[in-house]
């Protein structure tokens, strides 16, 4: 899956403005003295790394999964191009209206915070997933590096009882803190590689890690979905599909979950701190932890998608931007962007 690059509706004629920051670079382009390709690198660009909660993908039968796997783009809480009504009002949605920029979208559905070099299962393979390694590997290889990056990730590497020996589904205290303390050193190895890339640019760069998102909430949601589906078999169609690709959704293996992803998110929260406490610092850089996702009520029926009841809704993909966009503001002043006072 490649990476989607989207640059602001009308983004000449507002940085052709008198008053834009970027007007001496609009007449640079008028001028012929840069190309519309070295124009757009001039501003900013901001980026997403995440799984399939960073995305519209949704779940129904194998064929039509695939299919939008290979092909959507967009229309998330991070990145959506529809007009209003119906249109989700998407964190770029959000910035565009008062700085025109690039999004680039390296999201895709059943990506892991993963070991480099680490062989995918055949599922993963044929939905042509790239992995948090490989994701960080494509913004590492771009001539643009971003401005901003947002990290979303890690919601499939809490499936704990997925090939989990007997004995340990029934005795998990061991398990969970071992994929926990597993999850955090690859996750380390990978925010070390894009700091590390970070820091050569000459201008300042903003990484945001977001924890894991509120599954506890999130399951009453699920939870009012399935009463609703076994009083009506025509709702929620897929909603059992779900369990062949998350084992750990099924009932009895919820509260774990929602411990380990607890416990994730304790992890992301002590790393970021480790790593702005290293001897070197990385002036040009920031690293911040959020938990603007892992606190967002998810505990309404109507934020999951009517087809599985396991991915976001439009509605659900609204409470997601606004969230995510309302902790933007110390990062997006790092970087020199400002947000009206209003």
Known sequence: MKSALVVSKNFLERIGEPTSRFYSD????????????ELRARLPHVAIIGDSVCTAVYISSVLNTFWRARRCCGNNWFLNTNPPPAGIRSVSK???????????????????????????????????TRN????????LQSPRFPDLILISIGHNNV?????????????????????????RQNYARQIRRLVERARIEKRRVAV???????????????EVAERLRASDSSLYPHLETTYKYLTSFRPAYRRNLIRLAAMVNEELRAMVEEL????????????????ALATADLGRVEL???????????EGHNLLAEAAFADLRPSLEFVGINRPSH
């Open 26 to 37: 609009f007449l640079a382009y008028q001028n012929g003295e840069i190309t519309h390709a």
């Open 94 to 128: 959000r910035l565009a209206e008062f700085i025109p920029f690039v999004a680039v979208e390296c999201a895709g559905i059943g990506a892991l915070v993963d070991r480099e070099h680490e062989r995918q299962n055949f599922f993963r393979r044929i939905l042509g």
């Open 132 to 139: 948090f390694s490989g994701q960080i590997s494509q913004l």
């Open 159 to 183: 499936d704990w009882a997925w090939r989990c020996p007997p004995y340990e589904l029934d005795a998990p205290e061991t398990r969970l803190s071992r994929q926990s303390k597993e999850f």
């Open 208 to 222: 945001i890690v977001y924890g894991l998102v509120n599954f506890e909430s999130y399951f009453k949601g699920r």
């Open 276 to 291: 702005n406490r290293e001897p070197e610092p990385h002036s040009n850089v920031q690293l911040r932890y959020s938990d």
């Open 304 to 314: 999951l998608h009517p087809v599985d009841g396991w991915h976001a809704s439009v």
